[in-house]
């Protein structure tokens, strides 16, 4: 019961009493209650007129990085004899240091700081109102209210990032390749560092390029070494995030290792100079545009950052994919755990002049490593193990590259021990496009 509404219903009972038995000492127990009711009235808490700023450390952090939050309350209104501050972070977040919340007077003018760390797994997190309760000492009169968000400080998004791994450069040979200079090979003679062939000498090639040797065999005519040159290319990344295709133990969800993933290909392609984008296919498409550079590694993160899994009965199936959102004949990379209806639709990529590479974590490897051991359980785990294998090699033979990725292994480490296993498939009809 609310303590005004007590202190009243008490005091109406005593002097009721008092005047039903003429008695003046029973009525003078009022007067207590009456000085209490009054002070609280005369000293209760005004309409309270308060500016609040929120500063973050860093909006962009990596996964289990200390962000430390200063929340800035500035009373420009009158005196608040006891204000209660509370801010509240959000429930994912860890709270690792300090306070969110703080009892305490505030005179006009008066500042008070919160200051406090917190913690957490990727994923982007929003910070909201503060919650303010104005009250009296004794706590008759009080109020409650949500600050607004008047300023950009006041609402903050915080994205925390996957983790990104450094990785050797990862050989792919689209179809066609742009016209900048980059590390992918374009099978096209000019400058470059791999020798691609011998052409007739013409005026103006440098003198170091001349192949004596054939000049020695044609009387007459001279000859030019002529060496590969090499470009950047568009590169489209697909992100499976079908909860079919995921397993998901208890807290371990396979779906974050496909995030870490799909983020180091990400960051490696771009840092090679290619034009990347990325794809979600789950209960939606969220589609982040090709770019280049640190800009587009920002959005794909921010984009990878939001990723969660999804049903749909229209992306249920990978046949759906909607491939013309990528260029023409440039490399597409899969990240997927993949499941054995897959298998049909991702041949049809290749049809279409698309170059393909899988990387996959392994299913199979990560659930068994979280489940009891029993006789079952290893039955089990040897027909998938069967049945993936199965489906890689069908993929193989289709002509696309697989990389069978055991999430016990960092990634940096497992794809750098299978790089020479990942050999481009080299298609025809490769061309500069101008």
């Given amino acids: 019961m609310n303590r ?7 005091t109406y009972l005593i002097a009721l009493l008092g005047l039903a038995s003429l008695n003046g000492g029973i009525l003078a127990l009022t007067i207590p209650l009456l000085i209490f009711i009054g002070a609280s009235l005369l000293y209760g808490p005004e309409q309270p007129n308060i500016s609040i700023s929120r500063h973050l450390s860093t909006d962009r952090a990596k996964e289990n990085a200390l962000v430390q939050v200063t929340l800035t309350v500035t009373n420009e209104g009158g005196r608040l004899e006891l204000v209660h501050i509370k801010d509240a972070p959000p429930r994912k977040l860890a709270l690792i240091e300090g306070e969110t919340d703080v009892l305490t007077t505030l005179n006009p003018g008066d500042t008070v700081t919160l200051e406090y760390t917190l913690q957490g797994q990727r994923g982007r997190y929003q910070f909201g109102n503060v919650f303010v309760r104005a009250a009296d000492y004794f706590r008759l009169f009080k109020r409650d209210f949500s600050l607004e968000a008047d300023s950009a400080d006041s609402l903050v998004d915080l994205f925390i990032y996957p983790e990104v791994f450094r990785i050797q450069r990862i050989p792919i040979r689209p179809r066609q390749t742009k016209a900048y200079a980059g590390p992918i090979p374009a099978r096209l003679g000019g400058t470059g560092i791999d020798f691609f062939g011998v052409r007739n000498y013409q005026p103006g090639d440098p003198l170091r390029r001349i192949n004596w040797r054939a000049n020695a065999r044609h009387d007459g005519a001279f000859f030019t070494n002529e060496f590969e040159q090499e470009r950047v290319a568009d590169v489209g990344i697909i ?5 079919r295709s995921n397993i998901q133990v208890g807290d371990e969800s396979l779906f974050e290792y496909t995030i870490q993933a799909a983020a180091t290909l990400a960051a490696s392609f771009l840092g090679d100079g290619n034009r990347v984008g990325l794809l979600r296919y789950g209960d939606f498409l969220d589609w982040t545009v090709p770019g280049y550079g640190r800009i587009q590694q920002e959005r794909i993160l921010q984009s990878l950052a939001r990723a969660q899994t999804g049903d749909s009965l229209v992306f249920d199936q990978l046949e759906n994919l909607p491939a013309r959102l990528f ?5 597409l990379v899969l990240v997927s755990p993949m499941v054995m209806d897959d298998a049909p639709f991702l041949p049809r990529l290749l049809a279409r002049g698309y170059s393909l590479l899988v990387i996959s974590p392994d299913p199979v490897s990560f659930e068994a490593g979280l489940l009891e051991k029993s006789e079952l359980v290893a039955t089990a785990v040897r027909i998938a193990r069967i049945e993936r294998a199965l489906l890689i090699s069908k993929l193989r033979q289709a002509g696309i590259q697989v990389f069978d990725w055991d999430v ?14 990942m050999r481009p498939v080299i298609h025809s009809s490769m061309s500069i496009l101008t």
């Fill in 4 to 10: 005004l509404l007590f202190l009243g219903l008490l």
């Fill in 239 to 243: 992100l499976d995030a079908r909860q």
């Fill in 327 to 331: 260029p023409a004949k440039s490399q």
């Fill in 408 to 421: 016990r292994i960092p990634f940096d480490r497992a794809l750098g021990a299978n790089m020479a296993y």
